[in-house]
């Protein structure tokens, strides 16, 4: 079974460059998209919700 890291980051979207360059940067890191939210803020940010596995080692609970 595969646990799951979830987050919510921040995304420059005002520019399809800089959000692609945020979206290939957190994908290096392991991150998946799942979801963008529904508006974009004053500054071009937008929050978007990633996952990414967890080692089941490592996971506490």
């Known amino acids: 079974m595969t646990i799951w890291e979830y987050d919510v980051k921040e995304?420059?979207?005002s520019e399809w460059s800089?959000?692609?360059e945020d979206?290939?940067?957190l994908g290096t890191d392991g991150w998946e998209l799942i979801k963008f939210?529904?508006?974009i803020d004053?500054?071009?940010m937008i929050?978007?919700?990633f996952?990414?596995?967890v080692d089941y080692?490592?996971?506490s609970f």
């Open 23 to 25: 979206l290939n940067s």
């Open 18 to 20: 800089k959000a692609k």
């Open 11 to 13: 995304i420059r979207f």
């Open 57 to 59: 080692v490592d996971a």
């Open 37 to 39: 939210a529904d508006e």
């Open 47 to 49: 929050a978007a919700v």
């Open 51 to 53: 996952k990414r596995p």
């Open 42 to 44: 004053e500054n071009g």
